[in-house]
């Protein structure tokens, strides 16, 4: 039986197929539609039982009490300080509701979980051993035999309940054309089988990364620390319903919202190419002699050349050149805004005379 290693130009790693010898035209492939990417860094946990869409809703940012069969969205689980603890793309076909998650994060997530299962009639199950993900674009994923309805990502258009903090008009992730089939492992074994014979042209995981991060897209594995909030990943827009019912964290997400900031925001940065430098995540980011963040995620785009993410804090100026300190020395890089330093704080609060003004113009 082949596999992953087998196919002509692979490069493999213990994420999965990193790429297939080129990863730059793998991204236009991927981008066109003539591509698949197998999703090595991806795992799924499904959710059976008749309370799974209300129980989810209840631990969750999402509204998904109500969510219809096929229809895709995410969600995210909190901390009480309405940090990110955990992220998972949903989609439920009727009967089970379907989460694929960072590969990373799957054990922890299913072992919380399966821990504020209580009483109710729900099912959960690590399905990362027998199930696999393969993303695309809509049409270049459709005719791929999936377990279960395929997720179509809903970024960067704003969910129900959510809000968008990035200005810029078209969004950077607009045209981009993305979904991911889970497959059992016959149909994956032939999608490889196709792939080693030359039927099947496949991306790899450096192609995805590059598409998701010229998007803006967040992604809990590698944009998340402990202290993440998910307004500073302008996350409102696609997994948090800021009207549903309370869920852990919800506190901290109304208040940032409509009565703060929050304390940091992520910056999209264009990155010196002239010496072939690349940060690594974790890379500081400064402003002068000023550290005002750190590099989160990092690609080589086809079009935009060397690119990266930043969280950095809220009061940085915006639109300054920054220098990212890498291992082989500074880098500049000009930045672009997605969370713009005034994000939040949206509530209309009516003002009150003081009491000498009431009393005197009475």
Same mark, same amino acid.
């Given at each position: 039986?082949?596999?992953?290693?087998?196919?002509?130009?692979?490069?493999?790693?213990?994420?999965?197929?990193?790429?297939?010898?080129?990863?730059?035209?793998?991204?236009?492939?991927?981008?066109?539609?003539? /591509?698949?990417?197998?999703?090595?860094?991806?795992?799924?946990?499904?959710?059976?039982?008749?309370?799974?869409?209300?129980?989810?809703?209840?631990?969750?940012?999402?509204?998904?009490?109500?969510?219809?069969?096929?229809?895709?969205?995410?969600?995210?689980?909190?901390?009480?300080?309405?940090?990110?603890?955990?992220?998972?793309?949903?989609?439920?076909?009727?009967?089970?509701?379907? $989460?694929?998650?960072?590969?990373?994060?799957?054990?922890?997530?299913?072992?919380?979980?399966?821990?504020?299962?209580?009483?109710?009639?729900?099912?959960?199950?690590?399905?990362?051993?027998?199930?696999?993900?393969?993303?695309?674009?809509?049409?270049?994923?459709? &005719? $791929?035999?999936?377990?279960?309805?395929?997720?179509?990502?809903?970024?960067?258009?704003?969910?129900?309940?959510?809000?968008?903090y990035a200005r810029v008009e078209?969004?950077?992730? &607009?045209?981009?054309?993305?979904a991911e089939a889970i497959l059992?492992?016959?149909?994956?074994?032939?999608?490889?089988?196709?792939?080693?014979?030359?039927?099947?042209?496949?991306?790899?995981?450096?192609?995805?990364? /590059?598409?998701?991060?010229?998007?803006?897209?967040?992604?809990?594995?590698?944009?998340?620390?402990?202290? $993440?909030?998910?307004?500073?990943?302008?996350?409102?827009?696609?997994?948090?319903?800021?009207?549903?019912?309370?869920?852990?964290?919800?506190?901290?997400?109304?208040?940032?919202?409509?009565?703060?900031?929050?304390?940091?925001?992520?910056?999209?940065?264009?990155?010196?190419? &002239?010496?072939?430098?690349?940060?690594?995540?974790?890379?500081?980011?400064?402003?002068?002699?000023?550290?005002?963040?750190?590099?989160?995620?990092? /690609?080589?785009?086809?079009?935009?050349?060397?690119?990266?993410?930043?969280?950095?804090?809220?009061?940085a100026p915006e639109g300054i050149?920054?220098?990212?300190?890498?291992?082989?020395?500074?880098?500049?890089?000009?930045?672009?805004?997605?969370?713009?330093?005034?994000?939040?704080?949206?509530?209309?609060?009516?003002?009150?005379?003081?009491?000498?003004?009431?009393?005197?113009?009475?």
């Amino acid at each position: 039986m082949a596999t992953l290693a087998d196919v002509p130009g692979a490069v493999v790693d213990d994420r999965g197929l990193r790429h297939v010898g080129s990863p730059v035209a793998e991204q236009r492939r991927l981008a066109s539609g003539s /591509a698949l990417a197998p999703l090595g860094d991806r795992g799924v946990i499904s959710v059976g039982g008749e309370d799974r869409r209300s129980w989810l809703d209840s631990l969750s940012s999402q509204a998904l009490t109500h969510l219809s069969p096929g229809v895709s969205t995410e969600m995210l689980i909190l901390d009480p300080q309405g940090r990110v603890e955990h992220a998972a793309s949903v989609v439920d076909d009727g009967e089970t509701a379907w $989460l694929i998650v960072d590969r990373a994060d799957v054990e922890a997530l299913a072992g919380w979980l399966m821990r504020m299962r209580f009483r109710l009639r729900v099912e959960v199950k690590d399905r990362s051993d027998d199930l696999f993900v393969v993303g695309g674009t809509r049409d270049a994923v459709s &005719s $791929l035999s999936a377990v279960a309805p395929v997720w179509v990502d809903p970024w960067p258009e704003v969910s129900p309940g959510g809000w968008a903090y990035a200005r810029v008009e078209p969004h950077p992730g &607009s045209d981009r054309d993305w979904a991911e089939a889970i497959l059992d492992a016959a149909e994956f074994d032939r999608v490889i089988d196709a792939a080693v014979r030359g039927e099947v042209a496949l991306a790899g995981l450096d192609a995805v990364e /590059a598409l998701r991060v010229a998007a803006w897209r967040p992604r809990v594995a590698v944009d998340a620390d402990e202290r $993440l909030l998910p307004h500073e990943m302008d996350w409102l827009r696609t997994a948090v319903h800021l009207s549903k019912g309370c869920y852990r964290g919800q506190e901290t997400v109304a208040k940032v919202h409509n009565l703060g900031h929050p304390p940091r925001r992520v910056v999209a940065l264009q990155l010196d190419g &002239s010496d072939n430098v690349l940060p690594q995540r974790g890379d500081e980011v400064r402003a002068g002699d000023a550290v005002i963040g750190a590099i989160t995620s990092v /690609a080589v785009h086809h079009e935009e050349g060397p690119i990266a993410l930043a969280l950095i804090k809220r009061t940085a100026p915006e639109g300054i050149p920054l220098v990212v300190e890498t291992a082989d020395g500074p880098l500049a890089a000009a930045q672009e805004t997605v969370v713009p330093a005034d994000a939040g704080a949206t509530a209309s609060i009516p003002r009150l005379p003081r009491l000498g003004r009431r009393r005197a113009a009475e």
